[in-house]
């Protein structure tokens, strides 16, 4: 069985694209409540690989998508490198002091079950399903390690590299660091590709754009690809705009994310021809459901389904999601 959405990752254009959809393990799904209600909370669901590997095929079984994503969180490099995490109820994360120094050593002793969840995932996955690992990439995690949780302005990172920029250099080059070993960790396990999650590029000056965005970005890449060449890397560098164009120029991934205000035909022209593009139905269309969903996927397919193209949302299946309106999607794109 060849696995469509790593030809597509490797430059090959389809009839039918490959789909899989951003957070589409998740609270939208009654299964995934039963779990991680079972687990505790969200962090022991997370750790424990049984359950983190169930939870990564309950919208495989369900819905059949060309992709499964490692259930886990971006969150988990912090945690490895010694800043304390929790979730709150409805509260979403809350970390601890930035620490004084990161704990590399540590950080795969406690990374080590994320990485038996893949190899758990690998062995009960259909051969056609492509395996996606992922991480947050540095600015992103950044952000979440400075501020101490979700922020909408980034008041505080910013004033960190305003005022310090060489001591944010060394939080960026050591997420980037860590983050290197813990994909190619993912990767040994048996990930078949990777997607690095830049959820809040779009935050960012162009010339701090450069510096926090595109840099580590690129280094991540390259170090990953002279380990793995065979592995292709997918980058969603959200919001990034008009520099998407100069992210993927530089970057080089193989699969570029856009996110729901990109145009598609815009991307067909500027982008396709240097990476497969990933994108980009607005998640809440799924909200909605019908008509005005299928023709959201069908105007995004008619743009990009002629060059390498996965189809994806803008961003991630949010809770209130009903699962039917998930099912409907992956109909229309298995009948395309
Ligand atoms: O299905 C999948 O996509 C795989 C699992 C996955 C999760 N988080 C599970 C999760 C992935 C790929 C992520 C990535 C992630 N985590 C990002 C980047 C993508 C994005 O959405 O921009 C970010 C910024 C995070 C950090 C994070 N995790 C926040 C801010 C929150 C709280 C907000 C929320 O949605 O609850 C989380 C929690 C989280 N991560 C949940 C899930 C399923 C919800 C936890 C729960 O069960 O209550």
């Known amino acids: 069985m060849t696995k469509h959405l790593l030809d597509a990752l490797r430059g090959h254009p389809s009839a039918r694209p490959p789909f899989w959809f951003m957070r589409q393990a998740g609270r939208y799904l009654p299964e995934y409540r039963a779990l991680r209600q079972e687990a505790g909370g969200f962090l022991d669901l997370c750790f424990n690989p049984d359950r983190a590997a169930k939870v990564t095929l309950q919208p495989i079984r369900r819905f059949g998508m060309s992709g499964a994503i490692l259930f886990s969180d971006i969150l988990i490099i912090p945690m490895a490198l010694g800043q304390s995490l929790r979730f709150a109820e409805g509260e979403g994360p809350v970390l601890g002091d930035l620490p004084e120094t990161l704990d590399f050593a540590g950080a795969a002793t406690l990374y080590a079950p994320v990485i038996e969840t893949v190899r758990k995932v690998k062995a009960g996955l259909p051969d056609e399903t492509t395996l996606l690992g992922f991480a947050g990439s540095p600015w992103t995690v950044a952000t979440y390690m400075v501020e101490g949780g979700s922020s909408r302005d980034f008041a505080r990172t910013k004033a960190f590299f305003y005022r310090d920029p060489d001591r944010f250099r060394w939080l960026i080059e050591g997420i980037t660091t ?159």
Not at 313 to 330: D, M, N, R, W
């Open 178 to 336: 860590a983050t290197i070993e813990y994909l190619s960790a993912q990767i040994e396990a048996g990930a078949d590709a990777v997607q690095l999650f830049d959820s809040w590029a779009g935050a960012l000056a162009p010339l701090d754009y450069e510096r926090w965005v595109i840099e580590p970005n690129r280094q991540i890449v390259a170090a990953l690809r002279a380990r793995h060449p065979a592995t292709p890397i997918i980058a969603f560098p959200k919001g990034s705009g008009i520099l998407y164009k100069r992210f993927t120029e530089i970057v080089r991934p193989d699969g570029i994310g856009i996110d729901t205000q990109v145009p598609p035909h815009w991307a067909a022209e500027v982008l396709q021809p240097l990476a497969c593009v990933q994108g980009n139905l607005d998640p809440l269309t799924l909200v909605a459901g019908g008509q005005a969903m299928l023709e959201a996927a069908e105007q995004i397919c008619g743009h990009l389904g002629q060059g390498p193209f996965i189809f994806n949302l803008g961003h991630g299946i949010v809770p209130q999601t009903p699962p039917e309106h998930v099912a409907a999607l992956c109909d229309f794109l298995r009948k395309l």
